[in-house]
T-cell receptor, first 116, second 109 residues
Framework: EPEVTQTPSHQVTQMGQEVILRCVPI?????FYWYRQILGQKVEFLVS????????KSEIFDDQFSVERPDGSNFTLKIRSTKLEDSAMYFC??????????????FGPGTRLTVT | KNEVEQSPQNLTAQEGEFITINCSYS?????LHWLQQHPGGGIVSLFM???GKKKHGRLIATINIQEKHSSLHITASHPRDSAVYIC???????????FGTGTRLQVTL
């Protein structure tokens, strides 16, 4: 069964460093998302991406964040200068593009980001 | 902005018990999702529904659009059902999900 994959599973970085989190969505999906979950808190929406551009972003997704689909398979989230409060589990998700199927999202296993 | 509330926050049950987890939301939705998150962190979709009722094995999800309320039921609970169960909604035409805080379920022998 097709699945969303994410790498790395765990990333440790120092404050101020840049990190890139990688995702490979399901191959025929065209909507892509990033969510984050700070330890002990609920999952929060960061950004959605469709047709090679951001379709929606949350207040959390400020200038420190960017997303890119550099080729036909990868979808990346970059944090330019990490802060301690960026420590969280980051989930990538993807969905089909049309009708109600776009509401059904398939999640990757997550990348745990630890900023020290 | 849609507020999604779940109850209870924590639930302990004995194996075999019937379990109900509730979800309410504040604004009309396009779809409601029930998700399962295991201790390792991964999220698995259990149901997506916009009306009525769905059943998969021992899991049943219902939704009442007028009352803005959904329930997830687990029949004959088992320790392997222990996980966090999360309610999430799509609002309007937006495909993004708004999540509840989750219900932590522990099923003991």
């Amino acid at each position: 069964e097709p699945e969303v994959t994410q790498t790395p599973s765990h990333q440790v970085t120092q404050m101020g460093q840049e990190v890139i989190l990688r995702c490979v969505p399901i191959s025929n999906h065209l909507y892509f998302y990033w969510y984050r979950q700070i330890l002990g808190q609920k999952v929060e929406f960061l950004v959605s991406f469709y047709n090679n551009e951001i379709s929606e972003k949350s207040e959390i997704f400020d200038d420190q964040f960017s997303v890119e689909r550099p080729d036909g398979s990868n979808f990346t989230l970059k944090i330019r200068s990490t802060k301690l409060e960026d420590s969280a589990m980051y989930f990538c998700a993807s969905s089909l593009p049309s009708g109600t199927e776009r509401y059904e999202q398939y999640f990757g296993p997550g990348t745990r980001l630890t900023v020290t | 902005k849609n507020e999604v509330e779940q109850s209870p926050q924590n639930l302990t049950a004995q194996e075999g018990e019937f379990i109900t987890i509730n979800c309410s939301y504040s604004v009309g939705i396009s779809a409601l999702h029930w998700l399962q998150q295991h201790p390792g962190g991964g999220i698995v979709s259990l149901f997506m529904l916009s009306s009525g009722k769905k059943k998969h094995g021992r899991l049943i999800a219902t939704i009442n659009i007028q009352e803005k309320h959904s329930s997830l039921h687990i029949t004959a609970s088992h320790p392997r059902d222990s996980a966090v169960y999360i309610c999430a909604v799509n609002t309007g035409t937006a495909s993004k999900l708004t999540f509840g805080t989750g219900t932590r379920l522990q099923v003991t022998l």
